[in-house]
C-alpha cells in the first residue's frame, strides 16, 4: 500500500548501508566562512520576508503552483528569449552562485521589464557597480528571490556590455520522470500514523513538518535553499547523496540518507511541510547530490540532482561575427598601406559597431540543478 511509503523509505535506506559511506569533499570555497565576509550573501537564517512569503503562498490557495522553474540558458542564440513570465509568482529567497570560467570579464544584470539592472544596487546599472563584474576565474554569490531573472554580458574591448552570454532564472528545480517509469497516480498516498502527528500529553500540539522528516540543522555561512517540485505524477522518496557522483539506475551504491517524501498535490494545506505537498524546501551546499526514488519502490531511481555554480563560458561566435572580425582585419592591414585609407577605416568601424549589437550564438542548451542537506529555515 501506499501508506508504508515511508516505512519502505526507511527500509531501504537501512539496506543501503551495507554500500558504505558515500563519498565526501572537504568544504568547497563558496561555503567557507570567510565567505560571508568577503562576498554579498543573504542571511544564513533566510530572508526576513521568508515566513511572510510562506503565509503568502499558503493563504493563496496555489501554495508554490505559480513560482516558475529554475532556468538556465547558456549562449543564447542570436535573438535572446526572454525568461520573464508575466504569470510568475515570486517565490522564497535563495542564492545563486555563479562562476566566470571564460576568458572575458562580464557583468551580472537583473533583469526587470526587459531592462538591466545591478543584482546588488538596483538603483545602479550594471557597469556601475563593481560588485556586478566579475574577471575570468571570479566567483560570486547572488542573494535572489526564486522566479527574479538575470543576464550575463560580456565586457567587449571598448569597456561596454557586449552580447548575453548566459541567461538564469533562480526557482523550483523540478524531478521529471524521463525515462518514462509507469506509476499509478491513483494510489493512496496516505501519511504514515505518528503520535507527534497528533499530539500527545506531553507535546499537544502537533507538529507541523511531515514524519519522517528532520528539524532543520544549524545552516552555515552562505547556504543554498532549494525548492524541489515533484513533475514526475506518481510519490517520491528523496535521499541525500552527499557527493555521489555515479549514482545508480536501479538499487543503491553508498548510504543514502532519505530527507524527505514528495507527494502529488500542487496546493494542499502546507504547500511547505504536508506530507502529500508535490514542493518540498531543503538548504544545501554545492557538491551536494539528492536522488529521487520512486515511493512505493525506492530501489528505482526516478531523477537525480547535484547543485553545481552556474558556469559562464566561452560562447562560439556566428558565421556573420566571424566574417565581421576576418573582414574588419583584412580592411584595416590594407588601410595601413593605403595613403588615404580614411573610407577603408569608416567601413571598419561599421563593421566593429555591427559586431558589438549581434548576440553570440550558441546551444542555447538548459541546464538544471540541484542537492541540499540543511533543512530550510522556517
Known amino acids: 500500500m501506499a501508506s508504508n511509503n515511508f516505512l519502505k523509505a526507511a527500509a531501504t535506506a537501512a539496506l543501503a548501508s551495507s554500500g558504505g559511506e558515500c563519498p565526501t569533499a572537504p568544504m568547497s570555497e563558496y561555503h567557507d566562512p570567510s565567505v560571508c565576509l568577503t ?17 503568502t503562498l499558503r493563504d493563496s490557495g496555489l501554495g508554490a503552483s505559480l513560482v516558475p522553474n529554475t532556468q538556465t540558458v547558456t549562449c543564447p542564440l542570436e535573438k535572446v528569449q526572454s525568461l ?20 572575458k570579464s562580464v557583468v551580472l ?23 556586478a563584474i566579475l574577471k575570468p576565474g571570479d566567483w560570486t554569490s547572488v542573494p535572489t528571490f526564486q522566479s527574479f531573472v538575470y543576464h ?17 532564472r533562480a526557482g523550483l528545480i523540478p524531478f521529471r520522470n524521463s525515462n518514462g517509469f509507469s506509476c499509478n497516480a491513483e494510489d493512496i498516498d496516505a501519511e504514515p500514523f505518528s503520535p507527534e502527528s497528533v499530539g500527545t500529553e506531553e507535546n499537544p500540539k502537533p507538529i507541523v513538518r511531515e ?7 544549524p545552516r552555515p555561512c552562505n547556504t543554498i535553499d532549494l525548492g524541489f517540485r515533484n513533475e514526475v505524477g506518481c510519490p517520491l522518496s528523496v535521499y541525500w547523496a552527499d557527493h555521489l557522483v555515479a ?44 536522488v529521487a526514488r520512486l515511493a512505493s519502490d525506492p530501489s528505482v531511481v526516478i531523477d537525480k540532482f547535484t547543485m553545481e555554480p552556474t558556469r559562464i563560458i566561452d560562447c562560439p ?16 592591414a ?22 558589438d549589437n549581434l548576440v553570440g550564438n550558441g546551444s542555447g542548451s538548459t541546464t538544471r540543478a540541484a542537492a541540499g542537506l540543511f533543512g530550510t529555515s522556517e
Open 39 to 55: 562576498k554579498p550573501v543573504h542571511p544564513t537564517d533566510g530572508h526576513e520576508t521568508r515566513k511572510m512569503t510562506h503565509r
Open 84 to 103: 520573464e513570465n508575466p504569470s510568475a509568482v515570486k517565490g522564497f529567497d535563495t542564492t545563486w552562485i555563479v562562476k566566470n570560467t571564460s576568458t
Open 109 to 131: 544584470a537583473w533583469v526587470v521589464d526587459g531592462i538591466e539592472y545591478s543584482p546588488f544596487h538596483p538603483d545602479q546599472k550594471p557597469m556601475e557597480d563593481p560588485k
Open 152 to 168: 550575463v554580458r560580456e565586457i567587449d574591448g571598448e569597456g561596454s556590455m557586449g552580447n548575453v552570454v548566459l541567461q538564469h
Open 211 to 217: 514524519v519522517g522528516r528532520e528539524k532543520p540543522k
Open 247 to 290: 549514482v545508480p539506475d536501479e538499487g543503491f551504491s553508498c548510504n543514502e540518507w532519505y530527507k524527505f517524501h514528495m507527494g502529488t498535490k500542487d496546493a494542499p494545506q502546507d504547500f511547505m511541510w504536508d506530507w502529500g505537498s508535490s514542493t518540498k524546501f531543503e538548504g544545501s551546499f554545492i557538491g551536494h547530490t539528492f
Open 317 to 332: 561566435a556566428t558565421e556573420k561575427q566571424q566574417m565581421i572580425r576576418t573582414l574588419s582585419k583584412n580592411e584595416e
Open 334 to 355: 590594407e588601410s595601413v598601406e593605403e595613403a588615404d585609407g580614411s573610407a577603408i577605416d569608416q567601413v571598419s568601424d561599421n563593421m566593429f559597431c555591427a559586431e
